[in-house]
């Protein structure tokens, strides 16, 4: 599947869920979750972009703003946004990764946004779905501020592991 059918899928899916007053997606109303495609990623990316450069900015010169447009537009990621009154509120981006052991997590390297406290949860009940659909055990992420451990904590999410760096001289 590509990257584009797996997003129109994806909406489908989202489509279906709203239209049966799925619970987990009711609870905030007026913030819908879609998915971009890769022939829309030129339409959205002016309002996404914002977003996500404030985490590129901590990201410790790991990701850039280019190599993620880049991974979008190639389908190797996908984006996902969350909109309210047509502004775009977030944007995350998620992609699965397969460890050495055949294990799988929905990666998501770079979620950028306000008014989380409004549509966290709608976001880990759909992930969590796409997760499952592509046979992941777990989400992963980085959290670059402790915040988000804090943050999350409470979601079911739990530090795995701790990154350390050293400069080289």
Known sequence: MTAEELALEINDRLEEAYDYDEPELRVNKGYIISAVPPSLL?????????LLLKVVDVSHGEIT??????????????????VKEDVVVSATVIEV????????????????GYEMDEWGDQMLFVAKAIGRDFGC?????????????????SRGWEEVSVAISCKID
Not at 65 to 82: A, D, F, H, M, P
């Open 137 to 153: 055990t777990e989400l992963r992420g980085l959290a670059a501020r402790n915040g988000w451990i804090r943050k999350l904590k």
């Open 65 to 82: 703003l280019q190599s993620t447009k880049e991974r979008l537009e190639q389908g190797r990621s996908l984006l996902l946004i969350v």
């Open 42 to 50: 030129s339409v959205m990316w002016k309002q996404c972009a914002p």
């Open 97 to 112: 990764r397969e460890f050495d052991s055949g294990k799988k997590a929905l990666y998501l390297p770079l979620m950028g």
